[in-house]
């Protein structure tokens, strides 16, 4: 029996129905959506993707699916207090090679990321941005743990619309808002989740530098080598760069990808 969308339409709201829930179907654009009725928050999901790899795979695709959707859902539901100045704090993602410390000696608050990525903090002043060290902290009577919560639940309250490039059979999409957090949606795990459900293929992620995201839906071999093109394109130009390498994102985790032919090493 052809899955059609309404059918998946059917199966998922099956698998995903819930008091807390509302979802919609947009028949032009062929996608679902799911969200929280008190908040609004949700994900879109494309159909078509969807289809393809129930195809490919079964029930064991809509099984992954359930699990990536609920997990985004309830990271976008977590409840914070907010007050003061709490809501112009954001992570910025820096190279590992970055300075950890101010040039007055003051060290800088961190949290670790990747083996080519760390994740600072900073106070946003409109046109710019200060980054936090521990004075600051002290002087405020706050933890680390406060900073991080605040900061991560404002880096997902930002837009993360895309603009997407098919090249050569790999769908490439970008968010470029030059609001000086666009790497730092690298940290949105909903978000990530949300590209992870859309993607055909194996997502993987960029930042090559301060003012730019990457995701890449590789389909064929040779998306790993357009991908290491890009990245490497980018690093160069970006006022602010951060790393050349790209991440393939599976399991929550980034790994960096190695590129040295035209398609991913093998594992």
Request: contains cysteine; charged residues 30%.
């Amino acid at each position: 029996m052809k899955m059609t969308s309404l059918k998946m339409k059917k199966l998922l709201d099956d698998r995903l129905g819930s008091d807390a829930f509302k979802t919609s179907y947009n028949r032009d654009q062929d996608t679902y959506r799911i969200e929280w009725k008190d908040t609004g928050q949700g994900i879109t999901i494309t159909l078509p993707n969807v289809i393809s790899k129930y195809n490919e795979r079964g029930d064991s695709a809509i099984d992954d699916l359930e699990a990536h959707v609920t997990e985004a859902l309830r990271i976008m539901n977590e409840n914070h207090q907010l007050s003061g100045k709490e809501q112009q704090i954001y992570p910025v993602i820096r190279a590992t090679s970055f300075p950890t410390e101010t040039k007055n000696g003051n060290k800088l608050i961190t949290k670790e990321h990747t083996a080519e990525t760390r994740v600072f903090y900073a106070l946003d002043l409109g046109k710019s941005y200060q980054l936090i060290d521990e004075s600051m902290l002290e002087g405020e009577g706050w933890t680390q743990e406060r900073i991080d919560e605040m900061a991560m639940f404002n880096v997902r309250s930002l837009n993360n619309d895309c603009t997407k490039d098919r090249v050569a059979d790999n769908d490439f999409y970008f968010v470029a808002k030059q609001d000086g957090y666009d790497a730092s949606r690298i940290l949105n795990e909903a978000f990530l989740e949300e590209m992870l459900i859309n993607a055909k293929g194996e997502l993987a992620v960029a930042v090559p530098h301060q003012d730019v995201l990457i995701f890449a839906d590789i389909q064929t071999k040779q998306g790993y080598d357009i991908l290491a093109q890009m990245t490497m394109k980018f690093f160069a130009e970006g006022q602010i760069p951060i790393t050349s390498l790209p991440f393939i994102y599976e399991n929550k985790t980034l790994e960096p990808i190695f590129i040295l032919a035209k398609q991913r090493p093998e594992k």
